[in-house]
């Protein structure tokens, strides 16, 4: 069996962490699987979307504490940090991938599952979904993969004090209320949900939407409104080069749908 499924489908890549015995928990093979992928999807302009998603009846339990050294045993301060930066890979390849990336929260996002799902672009959930930072119940810090940065941003510094000192737990219903999540649907729309989301995105043109992604990163470190501003006028700029702009226009006009290239 698979641990990591990827099915391409057209623009979109389908990503299933298919561990559903132990609720998709990360072991070090699905890790390095992740980061490839992400990787690679620097040079893929083909793949427009990625969907990522846990098989069964959760997202992502997390790291698998029976696959982690630290764990087993003691470890040296520079092994336990290769491991640190084999799993932040991860984030940072999911963040710097010009692709939106789509999370479908099912059942427990915890810990590492947390920080997949803060990585994404966009979170849909179903009503069973639950998410915390559990690394603060088992002995460390809550701030791990990235949940100190990306946290905060999305949903406040109170908010996020909470959650993450706390180790509580974040139901759907008031994920959805902080706009931790886009929609949460019942667990049997959740597909139909994600085809109806993808086939939005993919009405915009490629290099529109991969703009748009880069946008967004940027501006939430852009140290004045007139930083952001630049950066959005060249990317406009750029985007009335390609010929899809012109192809968007026309479409527009003649009302119908564009035929972006």
């Known amino acids: ?25 990360l072991n070090a ?16 302009p083909g ?10 009846r959760a997202f992502c339990a997390g790291l698998d504490l029976r696959d982690h050294p630290a764990a087993k045993s003691r470890t040296t301060v520079d092994e336990a940090l290769a491991t640190q930066n084999r799993f932040s890979d991860v984030v940072i390849a999911m963040r710097r991938c010009p692709q939106p990336i789509v999370a479908l929260v099912n059942g ?31 002995g460390l810090s809550a701030c791990e ?10 949903v406040g510094s109170s908010v996020a004090a909470e959650i993450l000192m706390t180790g509580r737990f974040l139901d759907a219903e008031r994920g959805r209320a902080i706009g931790f999540y886009s929609s949460v649907v019942p667990e049997d729309q959740l597909e139909s ?12 043109s490629p290099m529109g939407l ?32 390609d010929d899809n702009f012109h192809e968007g226009v026309a479409a527009f006009r003649e009302k119908r749908a564009p035929d972006f290239r």
């Open 29 to 44: 093979t699905i890790v390095d699987k992740l980061r490839d992928y992400f990787r690679a999807l620097q040079d893929r």
């Open 1 to 25: 069996m698979d641990e990591l499924i990827i099915r391409e489908d057209g623009a979109t890549a389908w990503i299933t962490m298919n561990r559903p015995d132990c609720l998709n928990a």
């Open 108 to 138: 427990a996002a915890t810990g590492g599952g947390f920080a997949l799902a803060l990585a994404a672009d966009i979170r849909i959930a179903t009503y069973s979904a639950r998410v915390n930072a559990a690394f603060i119940r088992v």
């Open 145 to 154: 993969l990235g949940v100190s940065y990306l946290f905060p941003r999305l």
């Open 47 to 56: 793949i427009r979307v990625v969907v990522l998603a846990g098989a069964g």
């Open 210 to 241: 991969r703009f748009t992604k880069e946008a967004i990163n940027q501006s939430l470190d852009a140290p004045c409104l007139e930083a952001a501003i630049t950066m959005e006028s060249r990317s406009q700029v750029l985007c009335m080069q």
């Open 193 to 204: 949900e994600a085809r109806s989301l993808v086939s939005d995105l993919l009405r915009a």
